[in-house]
């Protein structure tokens, strides 16, 4: 920008969409917010047949005096975008901001051992304001797992995340994302970054910038790029795409090249169908659950940044690890260990929050509550519901003495069992929540390139049950006789 106007952008955006064909979307900073001839901008994009998607860079408590800033964007520029863009307007970014929360303002808050709902409100107060300023159209960029909470402000057109980077592991940030998007109606995007813990992808710039490794072989893997790209694109994002590093003065970058041909090959098969996640993961509403180590935080096992996990929380986190194993290690390892890891059952779960409602839940065959509930008869009634409708419902002895009047006639549980339930059945396992602590965890020691220790893991029936009900529903599997076909239960339809 000078002096407030936007200066060149035809020739920018001509650049990046018709000459390297790097798609249609144009992700910006918040300058163009503020610049005087923001309608002209508007009016080529809709000219070109192009979306302004998730205009970036607001980071609370910046500025002035660096480019990240907080701000509140005029009334007037926004209702601008919104009428001569309509549906091609597609909000300002909250970028990376639950990650930021539990960074910086999560321990500001009083008193720090607040219980759970006291956490989840400190946490919706935060982006209230957040919202205010943006002026309540937005995009979600998550860079952590509480995209649930932002969606069901009814205010965001995506939800993404950053993948790569120093951040979490991709399947277990799109189980969220998917499950969120579901539960509220909100598309999702995909994001990865040319970033990782100690540099970032460049090639024709300095070999340090501003104290960062900096070149062909630094930040994240080619591979892991590409990678990340198609397996977003698998997961039903309706955007893809990368960070940075497209061209350099003027040339397209391998970057790029990864991008345009994505690019290409969407035109050619289209989408690819709808992604099959025949099992739910279920987790209290007000758990504040996020990953056991990342970016954000020292500290290890907390919910909400402040509370150390229970449980309940140790079994959100067992579970996971039995589909995505050894996710925990993502980012942590120079070798690129956890960003994807194998699926010995296929990458076949969502993750949703208890508050999701009966609808959505009868679309899976399998729901597994996966961390501690509140209780109640409303969740009672519903994860009731789910089964006599024909769905497979599973759960621990600890959750089913949460539920008033117990689940398909069992108030208490001495022994793992699987009962019948109308039309379905519930699996009950008889340990409270499933876990039991770890003699062989060892310190927890968040280091590079080590594993995370396992202060607690899956009693052995439950891990055996879990195993058998995720293998039911693989579609088929791929072995060294070849492909065989999975013995797939048809729960509800």
Not at 72 to 88: F, I, M, W
Not at 221 to 231: I, V
């Amino acid at each position: 920008m000078v002096d407030g106007e936007i200066v060149k952008f035809a020739e920018e955006i001509e650049k990046y969409t018709r000459t390297h064909g790097l798609g249609s979307i144009l992700w910006p900073a918040y300058p163009i917010l503020f610049a005087k001839n923001l309608g002209e901008l508007a009016d080529e994009i809709k000219r070109r047949d192009l979306y302004l998607f998730d205009v970036w860079a607001y980071v609370p408590g910046s500025g002035p005096g660096g480019f990240w800033r907080q701000f509140t964007v005029p009334p007037a520029q926004l209702d601008l975008l919104e009428s001569k863009l309509g549906e091609r307007w597609l909000g300002v970014d909250i970028g990376e901001q639950d990650g930021r929360y539990i960074s910086l303002y999560a321990n500001q808050m009083s008193p720090a051992s607040g219980s759970r709902l006291e956490q989840y409100f400190n946490f919706q107060r935060h982006f209230e304001r957040m919202c205010g300023d943006l002026g309540h159209r937005n995009a979600t960029l998550a860079s952590l797992n509480f995209g649930h909470y932002l969606l069901k402000e009814g205010t965001n057109t995506f939800l993404g995340a950053e993948t790569a980077q120093a951040l979490p592991n991709s399947q277990v940030y799109y189980a969220f994302i998917r499950g969120a998007g579901k539960q509220y109606g909100v598309p999702w995007f995909g994001n990865a970054s040319v970033w990782n813990r100690w540099g970032f992808k460049g090639y024709q710039t300095p070999a340090k910038v501003d104290g960062w490794d900096c070149g062909p072989t630094k930040g994240t893997s080619l591979c892991l790029l590409k990678r990340l790209l198609y397996t977003h694109i698998l997961y039903n994002g309706m955007l893809v795409g990368f960070d940075d590093k497209w061209i350099e003065k003027d040339q397209l970058t391998p970057v790029g090249a990864v991008q345009q041909a994505a690019v290409r090959w969407s035109k050619l098969h289209g989408q690819p169908g709808v992604m099959h996640t025949p099992v739910a993961l279920m987790v209290d509403f007000f758990s504040g659950w996020s990953f056991p180590r990342h970016l954000y935080t020292d500290r290890t096992y907390r919910v909400w940044g402040n509370l150390p996990y229970g449980a309940g929380d140790h079994l959100t986190n067992a579970v996971l690890d039995m589909l995505y194993p050894g996710y925990q290690d993502s980012s942590y390892f120079h070798d690129e260990s956890g960003f994807n890891t194998p699926t010995p059952f296929g990458d076949i779960a969502d993750c949703l929050l208890s508050d999701a409602e009966g609808w959505l839940l009868q679309r899976y065959p399998v729901l597994v509550v996966a961390g501690e509930l509140s209780g109640g008869m409303e969740i009672r009634d519903k994860l009731e519901a789910y089964a006599r409708q024909g769905g497979h419902l599973v759960l621990t002895a600890g959750n089913l003495a949460k539920l008033p009047g117990g689940i398909a006639g069992r108030k208490t549980i001495s022994r793992t069992t699987t009962v019948k339930c109308g039309k379905g059945r519930v699996t009950f396992f008889a340990r409270a929540f499933g876990v039991k602590a770890n003699p062989r965890s060892g310190p927890l020691k968040n280091e590079v390139d080590r594993p995370l220790a396992r202060p607690f893991v899956l009693e052995r029936e439950v891990r055996d049950g879990l195993t058998r009900i995720f293998a039911s529903q693989m579609l088929f599997q791929v072995g060294g006789g070849g492909v065989e076909r999975g013995d797939v239960s048809q729960g509800p339809r």
